[in-house]
Each structure stands twice: as structure tokens, then as C-alpha cells.
């Protein structure tokens, strides 16, 4: 009985492993904030920011996955200067750790929701009462090419907790476009 269950476990743990993809992912932010403090004589302007990291996707079915990981990721704005003729950028760094829902189709395109934990690692202005965490909403689009590439599209709906939480100053909306590349494939 003992052997029987041991082989069982193994081959379980085998097809689970199997379905296991682990992607390097770089890519491009492009975004705003949105902060209680300013009012309408200070706004502020869309700005290019960075994003990078692993993504680690596990492929629970044959038109489902879930895509987590870990990734390094820029958000941002600029506000012009009083004092000179300039703008100024404001970078905010965040430790993301997406956790996100996918659905498959025609085994090349994918659609996807979800959430993004988000720890800010170095904030644009420091304050005591600011939190250092925050959890986001995401939406992406994905296309497959190649085999091992993929090129991904994706909405961050900034601080769900900031909606709840009138002290928070800024609240982020991010667009992104990565490309992935497929390291390893346990098969």
C-alpha cells in the first residue's frame, strides 16, 4: 500500500512540475499620479518609467494559467518647476509580486485579471504616515510569438487600499508594454 501511494505522490509531483514556466520580463511604465495634495494649480504629467523582473507562470489547464513573480518596477510624474523652466521627475520604486488570473486563446493570445502586491522601496516624497505597501488591480492582454517570446500588455488600477484610506497622498495608474522571454520550461 505504502509503495503505491509513494508512486502516486511522484507522478503527481511530476505533472505538477511539469506545467511550470519561468519567464525574464522587461518592459516600459507609462504613468501618472494622482495625489490628494495638489489640487488643480500643481498637476501633474504622464511620464516613461522602468519594469523588469521573473515571471513565473504555472499552467493549471489547457486554457488557464496563473502569473506570478517577482519585478522591479518605476512609477512616476513630472510636475513643471516654479522656479525654473523645466519639469521635474517624480520616480516612486515598488517591489511588485503579481498574482494574476489568465485565460488562453487560439494557444497564442491571453487575457488576464488579477492583483499586484506592491511594496514601495523608495518613495518620491518621504513621509511618516505613508504606508509602505499597497495592493493594486491589474488587467492584461498577452500575445505569444515564437514560442518563447511574449509581448504583454497591461492597466494598473493603483492603490486599492488608497481608495479606502482617506491620508494616503497618491494613488498611481500605470499602462505597461513588456516583452518576455521564456527561460526555462520543466517538462
Given at each position: ?5 509513494l ?23 507609462y ?12 498637476p501633474?504629467?504622464?511620464?516613461f ?6 515571471d ?24 513643471d ?6 519639469r ?36 518620491v ?5 505613508e504606508?509602505?505597501?499597497?495592493i ?51 517538462k
Amino acid at each position: 500500500m505504502n509503495k503505491h501511494l509513494l508512486i502516486i505522490f511522484l507522478f503527481s509531483q511530476f505533472s505538477l512540475f511539469s506545467q511550470i514556466s519561468i519567464y525574464l520580463n522587461f518592459g516600459m511604465n507609462y504613468g501618472n499620479y494622482d495625489t490628494r495634495y495638489s489640487g488643480s494649480f500643481a498637476p501633474y504629467y504622464n511620464m516613461f518609467s522602468y519594469k523588469g523582473g521573473i515571471d513565473i507562470r504555472y499552467k493549471f489547464s489547457e486554457n488557464y494559467f496563473i502569473k506570478s513573480g517577482l519585478l522591479y518596477s518605476q512609477r512616476g510624474g513630472s510636475v513643471d518647476n516654479p522656479f525654473v523652466e523645466r519639469r521635474d521627475k517624480l520616480i516612486a520604486e515598488f517591489l511588485e509580486m503579481p498574482i494574476i488570473i489568465n485565460r488562453v486563446y487560439k494557444d497564442r493570445y491571453s487575457f488576464g485579471i488579477g492583483l499586484v502586491v506592491s511594496h514601495l522601496g523608495h518613495p518620491v516624497v518621504h513621509r511618516i504616515e505613508e504606508r509602505k505597501y499597497d495592493i493594486d488591480f491589474t488587467t492584461t492582454i498577452g500575445f505569444k510569438f515564437y514560442n518563447r517570446f511574449s509581448l504583454d500588455a497591461s492597466y494598473l488600477f493603483g492603490g486599492l487600499l488608497s481608495y479606502f484610506n482617506k491620508n494616503d497622498a497618491y494613488l498611481y495608474s500605470v499602462g505597461n508594454l513588456s516583452l518576455s522571454y521564456r527561460l526555462f520550461q520543466f517538462k
